[in-house]
């Protein structure tokens, strides 16, 4: 079986970013938007009234990130890659003020990842790899690794097909499809 560099996304592919931060600005400012409203990358647009600091303003607290949870599957089904022999790069566009609090966290919630698997990088195609698993799109443009597109309502009104992207629907379909490629 072949082995394959796959390099993984973090924030809303193998960790719940998205409901912690809305859940946070939504108390704080006495809101209710949900996920599912949030249609575009920019989730500045999901809160016309604030300004784009305080949209931002909870990224930048150590707390919120050790309060992030994983997606649903990401810890079993990245384990079982691992167990299968393939290499798990994290690739992830952080501040860093926060990478730390972050990487903390990630290895908690994935205690079969070493830090040297968690890597800071806004340029994702900059980095070696076969696959590309993330759900921002732009992430994908472009890179020279296969890619797979994290089904998130931030995506959702983009055409995968126009880009040579495959869309990915659950951490068991993503398992599933390395598995036959390697087959
Ligand atoms: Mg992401």
Same mark, same amino acid.
Do not use: V
């Given at each position: 079986m072949k082995k394959l560099t796959i390099l993984c996304d973090a924030d809303d592919t193998i960790q719940e970013l998205t409901v912690h931060w809305l859940a946070e600005l939504n108390r704080k400012y006495n809101y209710n938007v949900k996920k599912e409203d949030v249609t575009s990358w920019d989730i500045t647009k999901a809160y016309p009234e604030l300004t784009p600091d305080e949209v931002l303003e909870p990224l930048y607290s150590n707390e919120f990130w050790s309060k992030t949870t994983p997606i649903d599957g990401s810890s079993y089904y990245l384990e079982k890659l691992v167990k299968d022999g393939h290499r798990i790069l994290i690739v992830t566009a952080s501040n860093p003020e926060t990478f730390g609090a972050k990487t903390k966290k990630l290895m908690e919630m %994935?205690? %079969?990842?070493?830090?040297?698997?968690i890597i800071r990088e806004d340029n994702k195609q900059r980095i070696m790899g076969d696959i590309l698993i993330d759900d921002g799109v732009h992430n994908l443009i472009g890179g020279r690794y296969k890619k797979f597109l994290f089904n998130q309502p931030n995506n959702s009104k983009f055409n995968e097909q126009e880009y040579d992207i495959t869309r990915v629907y659950s951490w068991k379909d993503i398992y599933e499809r390395i598995s036959n490629l390697v087959a």
């Open positions: %994935f205690p %079969f990842l070493s830090k040297e698997q």
